[in-house]
């Protein structure tokens, strides 16, 4: 197979209008930090039960068709010993890899950050491919204020963006391209708006000069929200300044954004992927790469009591559930007190 073809495969597999991609990637400290919040040590025996948990949930690969790993749990196995990517594929879920090192400040932008991990990466992605990862996400953070994201910064994360998915597509690993804007903050939707429209055109004008083939790349976007310290916009609102932003600044090559949850809720979250697509036809698929907003309620469930196992599961396959149907636009509160499955 050509390396174009083995991404096209992938594209394919991931991309089939009704289901989206479980994140799962959190690194060291952040996966720390979610499990202090159910007070459970993140030990690495924990992970491993946690994110088995997650994958062996039956009946997910029905509602998500990839998930993204982070590299420790690419290597580890299930009680049965089966290596946790091959546990999802059984599932028909494509395994993935967060492949960036982190942030920290970008010298020249204060405010801003910039993303580490492009020395030896076609190398990493060749090791992760043989065990099991198909497709790759990079994620560049931009916080809002009255200064930020600076020029510099907007450029210069375009930049990475772009030149970690020309390695990822050279490797045959499909790219998702995170540009992530920040939530934090109490800046008003318009704002939000600007920002994220910036962003998106200079992102993909960095993709177009660097040669990726925009057919074989995801993108990952924040929607268009006001600051977390602002009231919520209702779902219409969000719907409609995200699709305004995204229309104007991505292109209609891109087979499917998956958008982050960011910190909204897991009901805010799948009610605004709804609002999105009940809209007028969008050349892209809109679906979701939720993190918080798919697993909050099965950690909760969890709680680090092994013996909760299935009602974490079941937690997670509601929320997959109904943001599968939030795809189709299908989804409404009520749905929420109903069972799961
Ligand atoms: P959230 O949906 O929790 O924002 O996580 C998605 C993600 O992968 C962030 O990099």
Redesign the pocket.
Known sequence: MSVNEELQATIADMVDGRRGVL?A?ESSGTIAKRFQSVGVESTEEHRRFYRSLLLSAEGLGQYVSGV?LFEETLGQKDDSGTPLPEVAANAGIVPGIKVDKGKGPLPGAPGDMITYGLDGLAERLRGYKEQGARFA?W?EVYPISPANPTPLGVTANAEMLARYAAVCQSCGVVPIV?P?VLMDGDHSIERSAEVNEQVWETVFHALHHHGVVLELMLLKPSMVTPGSECAKAPPQQVAEYTMRALRRAVPAAVPSINF????QGPEEATANLNALNQMWQAPWQLSF?????LQEPALHAWSGDTGQRHQAQEALLKRARLNHLAMQGDYSEGLESAAAG
């Open positions: 994140a990637d993204i996400k994620r995170e992530e982050l949850s960011g910190g790469s939720y993190g918080r907003a």
